[in-house]
T-cell receptor, first 115, second 113 residues
Framework: AQSVTQPDIHITVSEGASLELRCNYS??????LFWYVQSPGQGLQLLLK??????LVQGIKGFEAEFKRSQSSFNLRKPSVHWSDAAEYFC?????????????FGTGTLLAVQP | DSGVTQTPKHLITATGQRVTLRCSPR?????VYWYQQSLDQGLQFLIQ???????AKGNILERFSAQQFPDLHSELNLSSLELGDSALYFC????????????FGPGTRLTVT
């Protein structure tokens, strides 16, 4: 069965420091991979996606992610974190099978940014 | 702003009641998805509609139902509500039937007292 694991429930980084959020997936075929961000009281905003091609994908707000098939990973990175990046981050895999194209989400990583 | 709208933003109701959540997809999107976000279950897929027809069901209770209307807006009906149904309910939309990114609405926060 398809699944997504985000091993870090909570991460705190200092403003200006680099960030890496981990995501591992389990999926039989080539996955469609996504990172979403949820600010408090807000909906989910798409940061970036990987469908095929270049394994390093660029997203909005200065984020990037790298797809590593050998490690079944899709880690999210940002070179310099801003206080406004404090939010919850969700990794998701697109499970395309049968009639549906649903998203399977990880449990999320809550990012706190220290001044 | 994703272009997906959901109403109401907040809903407080009592156990045993029935509520209807509404979603309007982005212009041009034919697929609508409903997800539930709760503390104990996380983000879970409930149901998908494409151009008015049900495409797939996920972890949706029998007390819940949905439909998509000819103008493509969708409604999620929750009945015989229980305390455990308190959650954030998100609607998302995407283009077509092939896999594309899904854009999420702001959600409806349901509180059952």
């Amino acid at each position: 069965a398809q699944s997504v694991t985000q091993p870090d429930i909570h991460i705190t980084v200092s403003e200006g420091a680099s960030l890496e959020l981990r995501c591992n997936y389990s999926y039989g075929a080539t996955p469609y991979l996504f990172w979403y961000v949820q600010s408090p009281g807000q909906g989910l905003q798409l940061l970036l996606k990987y469908f095929s091609g270049d394994t390093l994908v660029q997203g909005i707000k200065g984020f990037e992610a790298e797809f590593k098939r050998s490690q079944s990973s899709f880690n999210l990175r940002k070179p310099s974190v801003h206080w406004s990046d404090a939010a919850e981050y969700f990794c998701a895999v697109g499970a395309s099978g049968g009639a549906t194209n649903k998203l399977i989400f990880g449990t999320g990583t809550l990012l706190a940014v220290q001044p | 702003d994703s272009g997906v709208t959901q109403t109401p933003k907040h809903l407080i109701t009592a156990t045993g009641q029935r509520v209807t959540l509404r979603c309007s997809p982005r212009s041009g999107d034919l697929s609508v998805y409903w997800y539930q976000q709760s503390l104990d279950q996380g983000l879970q897929f409930l149901i998908q509609y494409y151009n008015g027809e049900e495409r797939a069901k996920g972890n949706i209770l029998e007390r819940f139902s949905a439909q998509q209307f000819p103008d493509l807006h969708s409604e999620l009906n929750l009945s015989s509500l229980e305390l455990g149904d308190s959650a954030l309910y998100f609607c998302a939309s995407s283009v077509g039937t092939g896999f594309r990114e899904q854009y999420f609405g702001p959600g409806t926060r349901l509180t059952v007292t």
